[in-house]
Structure formats: structure tokens, C-alpha cells
């Protein structure tokens, strides 16, 4: 089992900055790719950003490359989501997941293993 929750998330005015965190506790945190994906409300589910297990490979939906940032500390168990420019349709929850394989994200969220609860990320105008 692996417990996963976020943190950072609030109300930040359009080309604003926010750091999203995502602590995991359980099972070994250094052997597994994170993911971020987010869901905006009567949307689905998306996939935002993954990282390999090293830190070394890291990928991004075509809509963020740019402004977003993931990382890992596997020392802290932690991942990181840099978000700069912030745009009104970046508002939504933003959740982290483990997966199995770095591949996993081109699967979409139905090949993730586990998430956590999620953050709020709001953008005003």
C-alpha cells in the first residue's frame, strides 16, 4: 500500500506561481513513477506531468511544457509540481499518482496504481 497526499493548492491570480507537493508513505517510494494529473470540473480526468522513479526521464502534457516543472526528492519521499504562468484553465484538482512503469501516463488515469486525495488549484483572471 502506498498512502499519497497533496498539498499546496489555492488561489493564485493568472500568470502566478504555485508549488504542488505530494508526500507518499508505505510501500518504497524511490521504486515507483509519479504522476500529476488534474480534473477541472465536467472534465475528465487528465494527465499533467510524470516523472521516472530516478528523477532522470520526465514528461509533460503539450499544455504545460513550458511552465510546469515536476521533481522528486526520494529522500523525502516527495514530489514536486512547479507551476509558473498560471492560466485560468489550469484551475482544477490536481492529484499525484504512483504507477508501475514510467510508460504508465500514456495509459491515462485508469493505469495508475494509487492517488492521493487531491489539491485545489484556482486561478483568477
Known amino acids: 500500500q502506498v498512502q499519497l497526499v497533496e498539498s499546496g493548492g489555492g488561489l493564485v491570480q493568472a500568470g502566478g506561481s504555485l508549488r504542488l507537493s505530494c508526500a507518499a508513505s508505505?510501500?518504497?517510494?524511490?521504486?515507483?513513477?509519479m504522476n500529476w494529473f488534474r480534473q477541472a470540473p465536467g472534465k475528465e480526468r487528465e494527465f499533467v506531468a510524470a516523472?521516472?522513479?530516478?528523477?532522470?526521464?520526465?514528461y509533460y502534457t503539450d499544455s504545460v511544457k513550458g511552465r510546469f516543472t515536476i521533481s522528486r526528492d526520494n529522500t523525502k519521499n516527495t514530489v514536486y509540481l512547479q507551476m509558473n504562468s498560471l492560466k485560468p484553465e489550469d484551475a482544477a484538482v490536481y492529484y499525484c499518482?504512483?504507477?508501475?512503469?514510467?510508460?504508465?501516463?500514456?495509459?491515462?488515469?485508469?493505469?495508475?496504481?494509487?492517488w492521493g486525495k487531491g489539491t485545489l488549484v484556482t486561478v483568477s483572471p
Open positions: 516523472i521516472s522513479w530516478s528523477g532522470s526521464r520526465t
Open positions: 508505505g510501500r518504497t517510494f524511490g521504486t515507483n513513477p
Open positions: 499518482a504512483s504507477s508501475h512503469y514510467s510508460s504508465d501516463y500514456e495509459r491515462g488515469a485508469g493505469a495508475m496504481d494509487y
